[in-house]
């Protein structure tokens, strides 16, 4: 009956406007699961002539959230603020901020930082950095990457010199940053920390992904899943077997180019007991012409290192510093001006892609 058929049409509508729906929302689901976590800086070049054309590697660089005591999160956009004015925004790498939620009804910095959704619970910080690992491949596919947090100053001009000199072709697989030693009872004796900062190849990013799709590496709750960078470690060190490392120290004397703590601490020697234990050391020779990375540093601290390198105004350092960090002990005349303007600056005015 014509009645009937015209009371069956709006039903057949609805339905199929309810399946589009709950279809669209399933989509932005399980899309979104990695996508909301990629925010690629759209000033940052993405297409730079690949290693094979031009011997310039393309570099990306992962800022992921610090969750440091002394690094206040209220500052989180601060500090990528500054990142983006200072050593992020020079157009030398693609910049990749993972960004961190305010969720008020949420405890622990590492859920509210990391924005670790209810559906990833189960796999904690590693889930986080595996979605974003997994979208930077797909997305920029790079030639090698950079993982750090978003405390710290890099010389991207260092990073690229490093990676084209002295680093195996990115298909090989590499994995370098600072090394620190873990339990001599341990089948291996050291892993990288990504906070001050993980270097790993094209082929590293894709075995990991590799891995992780066939349902190997993935760590169950625990510590892997709250210590990222620990399971990365555990995964590339099944990949290699042995101590398969690549050393970053500079010269002869193992000068550090990927420096836990930031320029006055690491010019003055001033280390804690914990980093002392995981570095089998007692002392620590200083320091590299070219280093690439210093930890701790906050985003005031940062931008003065930054635009000091670079001959920019400065005006006077920093009153207010993160954890970790100190002020020039020796007050303008401290050595520690001494290295980062006359040994780091003088070195950047090298042509990285000449």
């Given at each position: 009956m014509p009645y009937l058929r015209?009371?069956?049409?709006?039903?057949?509508?609805?339905r199929a406007l309810v399946a589009t729906i709950v279809f669209a929302f399933i989509w932005w689901e399980t899309a979104s699961s990695s996508e909301f976590l990629l925010s690629v800086d759209p000033a940052a070049p993405s297409?730079?002539?690949?290693?094979?054309?031009?011997?310039?590697?393309?570099?990306?660089?992962?800022?992921?959230p610090g969750d440091v005591e002394g690094f206040s999160p209220a500052d989180r956009e601060k500090r990528l603020s500054a990142i983006a004015k200072g050593w992020g925004g020079r157009g030398l790498a693609t910049m990749i901020y993972v960004p961190c939620v305010s969720n008020p009804s949420r405890d622990g910095a590492f859920s509210l930082f990391w924005n670790v959704s209810p559906s990833r619970e189960s796999i904690g910080k590693f889930g986080v950095l595996r979605d974003v690992l997994q979208s930077v491949a797909r997305k920029v596919d790079p030639d090698f990457l950079l993982i750090i947090h978003d405390h710290a100053l890099v010389i991207t001009e260092n990073l690229l010199r490093f990676v084209k000199e002295e680093l195996?072709?990115?298909?090989?697989?590499?994995?370098?940053?600072?090394?620190?030693?873990?339990?001599?009872?341990?089948?291996r004796t050291w892993f990288v920390s990504e906070p001050a900062g993980m270097l790993i190849s094209r082929a590293t990013l894709h075995y990991l992904i590799g891995?992780?799709?066939?349902?190997?590496c993935i760590p169950e709750l625990g510590f892997f899943t709250e210590n990222p960078s620990h399971a990365l470690n555990e995964c590339f060190f099944h990949a290699k077997g042995g101590n398969p490392w690549t050393d970053s120290r500079e010269g002869p004397q193992g000068y550090e180019r990927f420096n836990v703590y930031g320029p006055v601490r690491t010019v003055h020697g001033d280390r804690d007991d914990w980093y002392k234990k995981y570095k089998n050391l007692t002392a620590e020779p200083c320091c590299a012409v070219?280093?690439?990375?210093?930890?701790?540093?906050?985003?005031?601290?940062g931008l003065y290192w930054d635009r000091l390198l670079h001959g920019l105004e400065t005006g006077p350092f920093p009153a207010e510093l993160g954890g970790y960090s100190m002020r020039p002990p020796g007050g303008?005349?401290?050595?520690?001006?001494?290295?980062?303007?006359?040994?780091?600056?003088s070195k950047l005015g090298y042509q990285v892609f000449s």
């Amino acid at each position: 009956m014509p009645y009937l058929r015209t009371l069956k049409a709006p039903r057949t509508y609805l339905r199929a406007l309810v399946a589009t729906i709950v279809f669209a929302f399933i989509w932005w689901e399980t899309a979104s699961s990695s996508e909301f976590l990629l925010s690629v800086d759209p000033a940052a070049p993405s297409s730079v002539d690949p290693v094979e054309k031009s011997g310039a590697p393309r570099i990306a660089i992962v800022v992921l959230p610090g969750d440091v005591e002394g690094f206040s999160p209220a500052d989180r956009e601060k500090r990528l603020s500054a990142i983006a004015k200072g050593w992020g925004g020079r157009g030398l790498a693609t910049m990749i901020y993972v960004p961190c939620v305010s969720n008020p009804s949420r405890d622990g910095a590492f859920s509210l930082f990391w924005n670790v959704s209810p559906s990833r619970e189960s796999i904690g910080k590693f889930g986080v950095l595996r979605d974003v690992l997994q979208s930077v491949a797909r997305k920029v596919d790079p030639d090698f990457l950079l993982i750090i947090h978003d405390h710290a100053l890099v010389i991207t001009e260092n990073l690229l010199r490093f990676v084209k000199e002295e680093l195996p072709h990115p298909s090989e697989i590499v994995m370098t940053g600072s090394l620190l030693k873990i339990s001599l009872d341990q089948p291996r004796t050291w892993f990288v920390s990504e906070p001050a900062g993980m270097l790993i190849s094209r082929a590293t990013l894709h075995y990991l992904i590799g891995q992780w799709r066939e349902g190997k590496c993935i760590p169950e709750l625990g510590f892997f899943t709250e210590n990222p960078s620990h399971a990365l470690n555990e995964c590339f060190f099944h990949a290699k077997g042995g101590n398969p490392w690549t050393d970053s120290r500079e010269g002869p004397q193992g000068y550090e180019r990927f420096n836990v703590y930031g320029p006055v601490r690491t010019v003055h020697g001033d280390r804690d007991d914990w980093y002392k234990k995981y570095k089998n050391l007692t002392a620590e020779p200083c320091c590299a012409v070219r280093p690439i990375t210093f930890h701790y540093v906050d985003y005031q601290e940062g931008l003065y290192w930054d635009r000091l390198l670079h001959g920019l105004e400065t005006g006077p350092f920093p009153a207010e510093l993160g954890g970790y960090s100190m002020r020039p002990p020796g007050g303008s005349h401290d050595k520690v001006f001494t290295y980062m303007q006359g040994t780091v600056m003088s070195k950047l005015g090298y042509q990285v892609f000449s």
